[in-house]
């Protein structure tokens, strides 16, 4: 397998595998205490990890403003350095925060907030242009998206942006974007346990990157989370909103889902594989317009999903067999 894919029609090359900034960017939450971050986490063991991640040949970077109200992007900002040009930077706006206590206050879909939203970040990561902005409001009003699209191809122009994209589980949405020329991508959930065949077909159609949130099914499809031990306070896992599907009340991962898991395991480890491997492994195999985006939250973890580049994607028999193991 190529361990590069074209970033859509941008005509930008990214690593075959991008790491996802999420968890990074340590504690925050929604106005009613819902954690929205992954609990604790030690930020010089982020820098680390990114720089790892950098020697074993990942070029792209997933974050948004909001992830730790801004530390994400502050912590992959520091780690980068003088390396930042050398690598694709995608940030996402549209979510509003207070970054003295961490919290999500609300979202603005106005191109006016764009603008301010792209100024912010642009200080926080410590750069003058985002190679790939991204859209986070994924339920917004598509004629108010439209008026964003064309906002952000005065972005283009202006050399603030290389590219767009909106990260949105709806077709019909993403549609709206790819009618700008520099719309390059759509971030959507996918993983071997949730297809998203409607989605990867519009990519297809409108020459779009499809770039996998969740490629691990948070964590579950690494196979670490057999024994349903319970998440740390402050993981948004410990009280899953109602959109976050295999954590069951917040006591421990779904048995359902972690049955699912298993059934998987053989296949998922061949040739080698760890099971997130064999994880990343399917989402490359599913299409070629694929760029899964994996959390990490160590060194060991960087190496380990990076590693996954080497031993490539499963072969067609594997796809099959998988869904057959599914009963899809
Ligand atoms: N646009 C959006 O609205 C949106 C939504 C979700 C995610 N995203 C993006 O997509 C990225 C990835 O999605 P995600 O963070 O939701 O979930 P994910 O990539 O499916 O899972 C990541 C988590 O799995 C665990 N993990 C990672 N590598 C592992 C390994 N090798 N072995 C064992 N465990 C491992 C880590 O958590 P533990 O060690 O704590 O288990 C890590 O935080 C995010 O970072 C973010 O950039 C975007």
Known sequence: METTRPLGRSGIEVSAL???CWAIGGEWQAADGQPLG???VDDEESVRAVRRALDLGVTFFDTADTYGAGHSERVLGRALGKRRADVVVATKWGNVFDEETRTLTGGDDSPAYLRRAL??????LGTDYVDLYQFHLSD????QAALLRDACEELVREGLIRAYAWSTDDPARAAVFAEGPHCAAVQHALNVLTDAPAMLTLCEEAGLASINRSPLAMGLLSGKRRDRQPLEAGDIRSRPPAWLRGFGDGSGADPEWLARVDALRDVLTSEGRTPAQGALAWLWARSTR??????FRSVAQAEENAGALEKGALTAAQLTEVDRLLGR
């Open 119 to 124: 100024t912010a970040s642009l200080r926080r």
């Open 18 to 20: 991008g790491f996802g």
């Open 38 to 40: 992954w609990g604790k």
């Open 290 to 295: 694929t760029v899964p985006i994996p959390g």
């Open 140 to 143: 917004a009003d598509p004629d």
